[in-house]
């Protein structure tokens, strides 16, 4: 392997990407509080200067004439004479590595990165065990954030430019590339900045590269009048939201290649990585993930579950255009809005001089208390205990074991609910024939088994991408099917079917989509309910769907909308 | 005090200051997850939508299959049926308003404005303890940031466009009105959007209302030519970072009233209000504060702490324009990261959308620590402690009570601090008559006594504001004073004086201070320093200074500002 490795070693730095920057972005300069660090190091030095590096200790902050308990684990930045060397609390159980702020790096960055232990322990996480064969030079570095919402909301603001028809030619105008169904909250941070939605079509993997409305259709048929061609994507790459495709190597491997071609750069938000299911066989495409031999990786990341795993854009990203943002929420909690983003060195810094001046680093509490869980607790004062057995933290072994485990509990939850849709499918349906009191027709010439949906289960995710059939719903034809599709999600939310899912539209990226085609699906999450009532609820909406398969009378449809209208709660 | 309150009720609306808003903020839209509220809140209903109101339980979030320990106080959204009608767990030892998420206000403005026990809190302890004299009807609202920086970032997002000098013509440039010495972060956050930076004129109060430089100098005659005259303010109201200057009742009403008059929108970060100090009397302008009547101020907040101290600009806002920004950082722990935003709630609704695409709320770790410090433990499963002696919450007595005893320990710092600095003001320097060898002269033929430097008492906050008085130093003359003064700085690190003040340069807005007036400051905090040794280096300061000035030899100066250029550390 000695060859490979020197190849890696070889490989070219990434790309100068610093035209795509916003007008914002190349303007900021660096804090100029950096300049005090070598002065911070005087031994001895009292500093009344007052500007601090945000550095943390987890010793009680008590303040002269205590006026009671203070929160457990608070988060002090006061330079003791001890602190003032940039040494950190030792940890017990992790290598040394963890326990030293790197200088150079504090002076180079600066301290907005995050808290110095976690930001280790993540950077080496990430550069050595996620993505071991990012192929340019050095590898990427990592910036902490307030989750992923906010990893991208700074990675636009480092890489568009704000338009505006009322005072900018359509010229300067720029567009991001986003699945033709999508997480609606990426759109709602963009869309006010005026950049250019620009939708590419999706089959069960994902994006499309090739055919009509994918990606090299789009951007070599690109007409400049609409505005700039994109420069920038939003991906989900795994499990995708809404649809839970994911992107096999080769599709992967098409679209960076167009990417490259017409430079674009990739924010791929990946937080459902570690969450692909290879129980999903005997489909089609399974095989393009499974069977890939893994051309190119030369590294292990040292555990079999994530070398297991659908690697990430960032494994092929020879130019250092790929932008990729991780968080906690599918893994520690859902609230807990911590995550960090993942790419070449240049672009990191740009995103760091925008945290200095906007979130900082995440809150100190939440960062100590996952440092805690993952490293173990922080010195002799520190009565917590962390992710073992033994009261150490976790260590990368440990949250590997717990990412494989979260998988393990997904996966299972998402067979219940698929094998149940998947026995649910059809149903039978009156031809019509079968007007009130007439029996003698035979059971087979009135009434038709007809498919009510259809889906793919889901290789990665928390969700199932529904495609209803409405056009075997013996009311087809005789309204909108719009209508047919927001009554049939009113009529799952009653009375015993009681279930809420999420309707088609909402992930719509364009209105036109919405009314196209996006109210033909539903998306199911099987995540956010335990294993019992995923089963349940699931049955529920096979039920629901088929008893509105039996409705033949117009009216109760107009009934269900007319509900909606009134208002339910 | 019927007629007041009367009066406070029938108060007008605040204004329609749409007109402020960003293109941008214009363009947002609503989060479309709210229009799924209503159906969370049926009986029983199994959420397949998966999009879930960003609501916290404090149980741990433990999925099958259990691999260890997961963090305390884990902080999870997953919505049993339980949680599923927007009940929130039930705390102990505090009033029954807090213990219910408003649905209404959830249903109006989301969940991005926090987690709901510590957002009802923290607006109530704002609306009726803080502030609660705001003269507008139904008065402000809030929304938690992540700390003031967070919150000053989207303040500005909201109510300022971006501007380019490469696109846009110079009649379209924005700009923001600061004190002539700022908080440089704040600073560093505009600049790049390309807002002209137009700075005030401060004297011992802050900045200044009239007279050459002062506010209404700067606004009446304001050229067009040079952008639009600037509609925002950033203001550090009390104990202003650099300056430590506090704006008397009398000075806040003279520039709200320029404001008003120009429809300028006023920024007030206040993160030392808690900070006043009433024991600096014996100074000129500490009459304006303690002796002005509270006139208008019809209503206690119900503590004598807060009613003694000088009230926020909101106390004055008929208008609506102020947006008021809060910070735990001064309070629970510098690197918390939680803050807040105080506006009237047009404004409080348009940041809130942006929250909900950039950071979301704020980590629900932070918030669950600060609400269990606050309120008390959360509901039976919660083993947690609040801050109280008894275990329970602080609730808003023992808070104030905090905040007050934080003001006692901050306010022994700042005289001890001052007491030293009075009293080392003055040297004895040579005539330069004292050549080598001649020892007949009298002493008082050879020495003079002079001013090093001068200083107001501060009458809040952390920071102490020294003008050196560079032309008494015996090389004054000799070499440029920026030279001077920085090799003074420089001495300072060095043995036996080891003490880093920071200089008045880098806090200057804009590089003609630095170079025209900055030089002559240093900025002594004397808050993140233990009581003992801000003492010992308050001495060593006024020895290091003392030792400067009798320095007559420019090679030493020089020698000084080589060590620099060669770099130290």
Chains 1, 2 share one sequence.
């Not at 994006?207 to 690109?222: E, F, I, P, Q």
Request: proline letters at 6%; one cysteine or more; a negative charge.
């Amino acid at each position: 392997m000695d060859t490979h490795t020197s190849v890696i070693d070889e490989s070219p730095p990434p790309l100068d990407l610093s035209h795509h920057y916003s007008r914002t972005s190349k303007a900021r300069a660096e804090s100029r509080i950096k300049e005090f660090y070598r002065y911070f190091a005087i031994p001895g030095i009292s500093n009344l200067a007052g500007v601090l590096p945000e550095r943390f200790k987890l010793t009680p902050n008590r303040p002269n004439g205590s006026l009671g308990a203070i929160p457990r684990n608070t988060v002090s930045t006061s330079l003791s004479e001890e602190d003032a060397h940039l040494s950190v609390p030792k940890f017990s159980g992790t290598s040394d590595r963890l326990h030293e702020i790197d200088l150079k790096t504090a002076l180079q960055y600066g301290t907005a990165q995050g808290y110095p232990p976690l930001y280790t322990f993540l950077r080496q996480f990430t550069r050595e065990n996620m993505h071991p064969n990012v192929p340019y030079a050095e590898g990427p570095e990592i910036v902490l954030t307030c989750g992923s919402t906010d990893g991208f909301n700074k990675s636009v603001e480092t890489l568009s430019n704000e338009w505006s028809a009322e005072t900018q030619p359509i010229s300067e105008r720029e567009g991001i590339l986003v699945e033709e169904f999508c997480y609606m909250n990426a759109i709602q941070c963009v869309q006010p900045r005026g950049l250019q939605i620009v939708p590419v079509r999706m089959d069960d993997e994902g994006m499309k590269a090739t055919g009509h409305g994918g990606l090299r259709d789009v951007l070599s048929n690109w007409d400049e009048a609409m505005g700039k061609r994109p420069h920038l994507m939003y991906t989900v790459s795994t499990g995708q939201n809404p649809t839970g495709a994911t992107l096999s190597m080769p599709r992967r491997k098409e679209l960076y290649r167009l990417c490259q071609q017409y430079d674009v750069i990739i924010i791929e938000d990946d937080p459902y990585w570690h969450l692909q299911f290879p129980s999903v066989i005997g489909h089609d495409i399974a095989r393009r993930y499974s069977s890939e031999p893994r051309e190119g990786a030369t590294k292990s990341s040292g555990f079999e579950f994530l070398d297991s795993l659908v690697p990430s854009y960032l494994s092929i990203d020879v130019d250092g255009r790929v932008v990729r943002l991780d968080t906690f929420s599918k893994t520690i909690s859902p609230g807990c809005r911590l995550g960090w983003i993942t790419a070449q060195p240049a672009l990191i810094e740009r995103i760091l001089r925008i945290t200095e001046v906007a979130t900082q680093q995440p809150s100190g509490f939440v960062q100590a208390i996952v440092a805690e869980q993952l490293i173990g607790p922080h010195g002799s004062n520190d009565n917590g205990r962390g992710g073992g057995r033994d009261g150490k933290g976790w260590a990368v072994e440990g949250w590997v074991r717990w990412l494989a485990g979260l998988r393990g509990a997904y996966e299972r939850r998402m067979r219940r609910m698929c094998g149940i849709l998947d026995d649910g499918k059809y149903t039978l349906v009156s031809k019509g024939l079968c007007n009130k009191g007439i029996k003698t027709v035979e059971p087979w010439n009135i009434v038709d088994k007809v498919q009510m949906y259809d889906f793919a289960w889901p290789r990665g995710g928390m969700f199932v991408w529904i495609e209803m059939q409405l056009s075997t719903h013996p009311l087809h034809g005789r309204t909108e099917p719009g209508k047919l599709s927001h009554a049939l999600w009113l009529h799952l939310t009653t009375k015993p079917y009681l279930v809420l899912v999420a309707p088609g539209t909402i992930f719509s990226p364009m209105p036109e989509i919405a009314e196209e085609r996006g109210f033909v699906f539903y998306r199911l999450c099987f995540a956010a309910v335990e294993d019992e009532e995923v089963e349940a609820a699931s049955h529920r909406f096979v039920e629901g769907v088929n008893s509105f398969w039996a409705k033949e009378d117009l009216g109760e449809i107009e009934e269900l909308l007319g509900v909606d209208d009134r208002g339910r709660v």
